[in-house]
């Protein structure tokens, strides 16, 4: 994989120093948590009642807590202690959150029936790593869904919006793909000095580099979802355009995988 190396000691991919304003984001209105990708998951992977979840890198915990609500039986882990913090603000017999890493889960080997792991993974180095936990603490025939901002059309200063003024059409421009590259992403772009940002790192792979860790880990890939945005455009010249591209290009993988 291609490295670029830190320009600053505190370049890191825990989400620790910017908690603050992910928990203020997620409590939002029309994120696309709530509106695509938390419906979606319910449906692959159901909140059944007495069911054993765990949330792997589960930041506040805002997926968890829908799923204790359903009645299954959860537990959050995430590295950072602020997150997990602020998940702990709500809690109850069955849901748990812990302070851990994901690719160290704190629980015996076929604890759990099913796994999620939402818009973090493309966060965290150690891919295989966590795959191989995730499918340790498993069940036999145990489910793992894990949902990606789309490998193929969102990726991080490579892809962008354009729109072709003869076609009138809007159309996804992709700069890179196949190769895996770590990205330096600005966690704070309107801090006044250099002193106050944040930065973190994420890591960009091909989609068979996420099939090839899924089935070396001891999963069998059973489905692929492409997600959809919900939004639409206001009124105005190009928004005919924007609305068809937004049902033409998915900017959401969802990857559903069993253990053998």
Known sequence: MKKIPPKKAHIKTSWEPVAGWYDKMLKGEDTYQEKVVLPNLLRILPATPGKKMIDIACGQGFFSKVYAAG?????????????????????????????????????????????????????????????????????????LVIVLNHPAFRILKASS???????????????????????????????????????TVSFHRPIQDYFKAIVNAGFCVTGLEEWISHKQSEFGPRSLAENIARKEFPMFMAIVAEKR
């Open 71 to 143: 009645g299954a039986t959860v537990l959050g882990i995430d590295l950072s202690r602020e997150l997990i913090k602020k998940a702990k603000l709500v809690s109850g017999e069955n849901l748990k959150f812990e302070v851990a890493n994901a690719n160290k889960i704190p629980a015996d080997k076929e604890s759990f029936d099913g796994a999620f792991i939402v818009l973090a993974l493309q966060n965290i180095k150690e891919m295989s790593a966590v795959i191989k936990e995730a499918c340790r603490v498993l069940v036999r025939g145990g489910k």
């Open 161 to 199: 919006w354009q729109y072709d003024e003869e076609k009138q059409i809007q159309y996804r421009r992709i700069d890179k793909y196949g190769i895996p590259f770590e990205v330096e992403v600005d966690m704070t772009p309107g801090a006044k000095s250099e002193e106050e940002k944040v930065h």
